[in-house]
Every structure is written in C-alpha cells, then in structure tokens.
C-alpha cells in the first residue's frame, strides 16, 4: 500500500489523476486547455496563458477573450471545429492547432 508524502511531518493530500496531468503537462512545457461548457470558462496553465498573452488571467479566460488570441485566419477553422465537435457531442479530447501573435505582434 502506498503512504502519503511526508513533508514537514504533515500528510500531503495525493493529486488527483487531473492535477498529476495538469502538471505534468506544464512542466513538459506544453500548453493545455479545459473548456467548462456549463459556466463557458476556458482554464489554461501557465504555459497556454505565457503563449496565449493573458497575463493576471487567473489561469481562467472568458471564450471571447480566448479567440481574439487566435491569430485572424485560423480564427475561423477553430471556431468551426469546436462547434462540430460539440454538435457531435465526442467524449474524446480535442486537439488543435492554431497560431497566435505574441505582444510583439509576431506570430
């Protein structure tokens, strides 16, 4: 059986299987992504809110704001393959590819 982490001589609560992911993925430095479709709220770690240009986002962006990060001509296509993907109601995750413009304006 595996024990709690000790530290300090207090339990540490394990990560759940989304948190380990979570991190995982943020110190691979790769950006990710969780759009709430209830609330309409996209969380981003850190990397995805570096590469998007949302600083003091909290990590949570509105949809709005989301896309006017997207670079002008893949706006389109990745508005259309979320809507698709949503109408066909996948359980898979979706993965895109989509250019952005940093706050020097380059791609």
Avoid: C
């Amino acid at each position: 059986m595996l024990e709690p982490l000790q530290a300090s001589g207090a339990a540490v609560a394990p990560l759940s299987l989304e948190e380990l992911t979570w991190r995982s993925l943020a110190d691979a430095n790769i950006g990710a992504a969780y759009w709430d479709l209830e609330t309409g709220s996209i969380d981003v770690n850190g990397v995805m809110e570096s590469t998007l240009g949302l600083p003091n986002s909290n990590h949570r962006v509105g949809i709005q704001r989301f896309y006017k990060t997207i670079y002008q001509e893949d706006r389109l296509r990745l508005r259309h393959s979320v809507h698709n993907f949503i109408r066909q109601a996948s359980a898979d995750p979706l993965e895109l590819h989509f250019r952005v413009k940093n706050s020097g304006g380059h791609l």
